[in-house]
Every structure is written in structure tokens, then in C-alpha cells.
């Protein structure tokens, strides 16, 4: 990347996509001056400096962008991607017990404005007009130029135009979130209280639309591709979580099995070299079953687990329905399921390797005849 770009990475704008896409990595380089994101350690963003007026003549001879996300949208996808990692869920007092709760919660709304302006994630101090007014003004005068996450391919060709990257034809999208709902899946009320309670985020967002709507009008059709996978994010997810934290209710069961689950992921990872997020899944399903029938042979949990199992459907559906049961039989069986949270043994024999069939070519499909 060229030393005169700046990247401004709104969390879940899309901005890991664009950063690998820029730097041709697998996965988002560390924020510094140029890439302004959220520092790990103090989960504060570092992009504050940025909308301090009296700075204004430190970005001369920069060219600066940045992605905004439709407020609703950003919020399901946000809270989808952090509700299962605690070291953020334990920055939210109370901690909210659903999407519902998150919504109405004083700490996350207006985190667009938050993070421009150099918050902490979750800060307790909220964004005000002065602050949205503030940063419309560094928008303005720097310019920083500002695409659209619904209108992405058109962001990038403008983004191209104004800084000179040169994207690949075809971009790998990046933290594509398992499991979500949509927008169009949440009650009206809903809807409405979201763009309520981030009254400041959504005013900034028709800000930037409206001006971006004009400059559509003036770029070439995008031929950009986008590659969406969401088994291209398995393998980054299971090196930090366990996989059953997406998808299950019953935290306790994950921690009486904490070693059971990260020898596993760890061999899959580490012994066997599996790198395809859908083998993973494959192979990491089969494991838990077949070791809970080796562990309760012939119980109800046994039986209830294996029934959830199918090597018919979607691996990630499968993590999910398995999931599901768990949760079922823990919640409808709460006096006689204290033996069953005893901790699972890892035995790397059981592995069964599941054959991932590759896309056959012209040649390929001839000699199959």
C-alpha cells in the first residue's frame, strides 16, 4: 500500500476484505498510522486524531477512505460476530442476554461516530451532535473518501479512482458471519428502535449516501468479483473459540470440555494440517459424536446427539443441530444430566477423513464418461 493511503476500518463495514485485498494477505495487518482500525489490547480505535480540526494540516498530501454500513445492518452483524467472545460481551454492564437486550443496551449504540471519533469499543461516554458534526466537517475539508458497504463493488471502483489502488478482479470477502439474521427478518419495531437509538450513526450514514449516490452516477461498471465463503472463515474463527460458541446456549458444557475441544481443533489443525474450513467441520463434527457414544455408550445424550447428526446436510448446519440438541437435553433433563457434563477425552484414533470432492474440469468430466 502506498505511504500517502489511509484506511479508516469501521468495524463491520466489510474492512478486513479491503485490508487483505490491499496488502494481498490472508488475513488484516496490525493498525498503524496508515490503517486505522481497533487496537486489540485497549480496544479503543486509533482513528480519533483524524477528526481533530487542528489537525487538518497533518493529512495534507494524503488520501484517506473509509467504508459506512446501513446502522441495523452493522448492529445484527456486530452483535452476531461479538455476542460469543467474552472479552467484549464482559465489557457490557449488564451483559445483555440477547439481540433484543443489545439493542436497547446504553453502551453500544452510535459506535460508527464512537469508533471515527477514537472511543473505546462499548465506551460508557456516548457520541454527540458536535462529535457527528465534527466528524461531517474532517469528511468535508480532508476529504475522506467515503464508500457504501451496500453498494460495495461501486466503493472499491471509487475508491480505485480517487486513491489509485488496483484491486484483483476477483476478492475473497472475509469475516463473513456463519449465522444471521437479515434485515428484513426483524419486526418493524424493532428496525425502528435500532434507527433510533443510533440516531447519530444513521444521520451520518444518509450524509455519506447522498453524496456517494452522486458520485455513482459518475464511475464505470465494477467488474470485481467477490468470492463468499463462509467455510473460508472456519479456520480462523476455531483457532481463537471453540466452534460450539456460535452456535449453543450451554456455556457450562463447553468448559467442562475446554481441553476436549482444543486438543481436537488442535490436532485438526496442527497434526492433520486441515486447512479447508469445511473438512474441518466435517471431521470435527464426526469426533464429538462418535466420542460421546465412546464415552456414553447407550444413554439417552448419546442417542439425542447422534440423531442430530447427518453427513447429508450443510457441516455448518450440522454444528448447529447438534448444538441445538445439546442445549435440548441439558434444558429438558435438569436433575439427571450432572453425569453427562463430565469431561470428554480426546482420542485421535476415532478420526474418520471425510473425501472433499474437487470441481471436475473439461478433461475430467470427458474421461468420466
Same mark, same amino acid.
Given at each position: ?157 471509487? @475508491? &480505485? ?6 484491486? $484483483? ?6 469475516? /463473513? +458471519?456463519?449465522?444471521?439474521? =437479515? ?117 439417552? @445424550? &448419546? ?6 447428526? $447427518? ?6 448446519? /450440522? +454444528?448447529?443441530?447438534?448444538? =441445538? ?45
Amino acid at each position: 500500500m502506498s505511504d500517502n493511503i489511509i484506511f479508516i476500518h469501521i468495524p463491520k463495514t466489510g474492512g478486513t476484505t479491503i485490508n487483505t485485498a490491499m496488502q494481498g494477505n490472508y488475513w488484516q495487518t496490525a493498525p498503524d498510522f496508515n490503517y486505522r482500525h481497533i487496537v486489540f489490547k485497549q480496544k479503543r480505535s486509533n482513528s480519533g486524531d483524524i477528526f481533530h480540526s487542528e489537525n487538518t494540516s497533518m493529512f495534507d498530501g494524503y488520501k484517506l477512505f473509509m467504508m459506512l454500513r446501513h446502522p441495523v445492518d452493522k448492529m445484527i452483524s456486530e452483535y452476531y460476530f461479538l455476542h460469543d467472545r467474552a472479552e467484549f460481551m464482559n465489557m457490557l454492564h449488564p451483559k445483555p442476554k440477547s439481540f433484543e437486550e443489545y439493542v436497547e443496551h446504553a453502551q453500544t449504540p452510535d459506535y460508527t461516530l464512537g469508533f471515527l471519533i477514537g472511543d473505546k469499543i462499548y465506551d460508557k461516554k456516548r457520541p454527540t451532535k458536535e462529535d457527528l458534526n465534527r466528524v461531517i466537517d474532517a469528511i468535508e475539508k480532508l476529504p475522506i473518501h467515503t464508500g457504501i458497504f451496500e453498494h460495495f463493488a461501486d466503493s472499491l471502483e471509487y @475508491f &480505485s479512482k480517487e486513491t489509485g489502488i488496483e484491486w $484483483s478482479k476477483n476478492i475473497e470477502a472475509k469475516r /463473513v +458471519t456463519f449465522k444471521r439474521p =437479515k434485515m428484513d427478518d426483524l419486526s418493524p419495531e424493532l428496525y425502528q428502535r435500532i434507527l433510533d437509538t443510533n440516531a447519530l450513526d444513521f444521520e451520518l450514514y444518509n450524509y455519506c449516501l447522498n453524496k456517494f449516490n452522486d458520485i455513482r452516477k459518475t464511475l464505470p461498471k465494477s467488474k470485481i468479483s467477490f468470492d463468499i465463503d463462509k467455510y473460508n472463515h472456519v479456520i480462523p474463527y476455531v483457532s481463537l473459540t471453540c466452534l460450539f460458541e456460535y452456535f449453543m446456549d450451554n456455556k457450562h458444557f463447553i468448559q467442562q470440555n475446554f481441553l476436549f475441544f482444543k486438543n481436537l481443533t488442535f490436532f485438526l489443525l496442527k497434526q492433520k494440517g486441515v486447512k479447508d474450513g469445511k473438512k474441518f467441520t466435517q471431521i470435527w463434527n464426526q469426533v464429538f459424536v462418535d466420542s460421546v457414544k465412546n464415552q456414553f455408550p447407550d444413554s439417552h @445424550f &448419546s442417542n439425542a446427539i447422534s440423531t442430530a447428526y $447427518s453427513l447429508d446436510k450443510d457441516p455448518l448446519d /450440522v +454444528t448447529g443441530d447438534i448444538a =441445538k440438541s445439546l442445549d435440548a437435553f441439558f434444558s429438558n433433563n435438569p436433575k439427571g444430566t450432572k453425569k453427562f457434563y463430565k469431561p470428554m477425552v480426546f482420542n485421535p484414533m476415532i478420526i474418520i477423513e471425510p473425501r472433499i470432492e474437487k470441481k471436475k474440469g473439461f478433461l475430467g468430466k470427458l474421461f468420466a464418461k
